[in-house]
Structure formats: C-alpha cells, structure tokens
C-alpha cells in the first residue's frame, strides 16, 4: 500500500512554477540547491503537495525528451475560487475558463500554469 504520493511538475523556469503554485496557498518546504536559483522545490498545503523540477531532468535521469504542454492537468481546491481567480488573473496568469458551477457540485474556473499545464480551481458549491 502506497504511503505518500505527490507529482512532480516539469518547469522550463523552476522559480516561476514554484511562485505560481505558491499563489494557490502551496508553501516552499525544500529546494535544491538551498541557496541559489532553484533547480527543485517541494511545496505543500494542508491537502497536498508537488514537486517543480527543471524540464532538463527527464533528459539527464531517464534519456527521454519531454513532450510539448499540457503535459498534465492539475485541481487545487481552494477556499473562494473567484477571489483566487481575480488574484491570479491580476497577477499575470491566464484565464482558461472562468469560474461555473458544475453538476457535480463544485464552482471550477481554469487557468494556465507558466509552463501552459491547465490547474483547475475548484469548491465546493455553497
């Protein structure tokens, strides 16, 4: 039986994928090298974490090219999901879908992580 599990996300600029996924609520807890531009950050939340590493690391561990974006889709479930959208929207980020209410009853909007990976923001609706 698996213990932990969390995905790790390719970035072309591990810094801005860090800092984008730290506006969804994720906190830095590791980062490689600790000093310096970062090469690998671990990040969590209260419900989750991932991983950011630099896109070389596919080519340098297993020989394999990375394919072109999206490469995954990711749902982060957030508090208020149209004040977490505007934040985003007004921090540079782009807005894939804006926020609705699904059958399945979850407000969802979408946007693009810096790498071009849509992220669902999600909650439940109230």
Known sequence: MAARCFPVVYADVVE?????YELLGFERHFQLPAEGEA?????RSDGGELAVVA???PQDQFGMQLGTAPRFEMFVYVDDVDGTLERLRMSGTDILRPAEDMPWGERVGYVSDPDGNPVAVAAPVT
């Open 16 to 20: 801005s994928t860090a800092a984008f």
């Open 55 to 57: 896109s070389q690391w």
């Open 39 to 43: 090469g690998y950050v671990g990040l």
